[in-house]
């Protein structure tokens, strides 16, 4: 029977809630920092559309993140971290390392050290992306299944107030302080997800260990092998794998060049933070719960196809925005509506990658299909500049449209053929 609105929402108060929704804050911070919140840093510095679009590769990491996440999954971390677990010993020790990047690109002075900024952007990237391998798998595995819609909805909120902290918290820094400030300050920021850490409890969920009667090949093949074979085995996988990489590409594509928009349109570092980051956030909060609420009601495939539709159509507000020029209105119009669906659209496809993953190899299967989502976001747009400088604003955004349209199609054969209720 489809649940009432009162029993859609009514799990949102489980206390397991409050831990994702900390986890997603603790996921979100770091994205920021080598994504929109460092385009902006380099497009105050002057640098051409098409070298900023090349700083989406340092987010490589994120799109092979699934290669280490085996051993995340199969071995257990250092002495003395061991007595906390599996999950929080590598999740504390992932964290330093990951406070501590931080710390070092803000050291960094772009103007004559670029190559140097994007070493540290990627260290930030491959400890966030390690983060993301055990965060992922906690939340699956402290989440009962019918839960997994509206922890998407909660984890989208956190992860949204984490780039909030790291987006429009970074600008005020910025422009108040300076980029080195704001970043140095940044890394203060990821206490909160480190003392939660400290106080919850380990998830109950046997590891894959190395025993003393058991070879090094048959531990490989438990955890290296047995979780790629295991989804492989599903019907219809290379079309689930093309769906989740195709579901966000034309807003991937879009994103990356929303902040040298609003910068050569004339808003100013506080004007973006005001409306994109904190009027943007409520949109995205409330796209986030709402589309939990939804996907709950109208079953995950018909979620996944209404929210895609939406947030494809969101990217002509873009080039009605680069028509506008400087118009506030406009600019609270588009963010409001492209993150409003970007929210919905986020939250399906976090349950639908849930949805995917054997319990047995939570961390390593949610690390290849998240790898995969996010490959739209990294490699894919990361020629969105000079897509940008080739066709104009306006038939830029016209293509992240079309391209996703693909999308889709995939998802009315999945629907057709191997549905998920």
Known sequence: MTPSWYQSLAVYWDRRMAIVLLLGYASGLPLALTLGTLTLWLADL??????????????????????WAPLLDGLSPPWPLTRLGRRRGWLLLIQLGLMASILAMSAVDPRGQ?????LTALAVAFFSASQDIV????RVEILEEEQFAAGAGVVVLGYRLGMLVSGAGALYLASFFGWATAYALMAVMMLPAFLLILFMQEPKVPGVAIHHDSSLWAWLQRVVILPFSDFLQRPGWWAMLAFILCYKLGDALAGLMTSPLYRELGFTLVEIANVT?????????AGGVLGGALVARLGLMSGLFWFGLLQMLSNLMFMLLAWAGHDMGMLMATVAIE???????????VAYLSSLCNRSYTATQYALLSAIAS???????????????????????????????????????????????
């Open 277 to 285: 980051k904190v009027f943007g956030l409520i949109a995205t909060l």
């Open 46 to 67: 002057g640098l051409e559309k098409t070298t900023i679009g090349l700083f989406g590769l340092v987010s490589l990491p994120y799109n092979l993140k699934f290669l």
């Open 339 to 349: 993150n409003l669906s970007g929210g919905m659209g986020s939250a399906a496809l």
């Open 114 to 118: 670029l190559s140097l900024l994007a």
């Open 375 to 421: 490959l739209a976001r990294g490699v894919l747009a990361s020629g969105s500049g000079w897509l940008a400088d080739t066709m104009g604003w306006s038939g830029f955004f016209l293509f992240t449209v079309v391209a996703s349209l693909p999308a889709l199609a995939l998802l009315l054969y999945l629907q057709r053929r191997f549905p998920i209720r």
């Open 135 to 138: 965060i992922d798998a906690l």
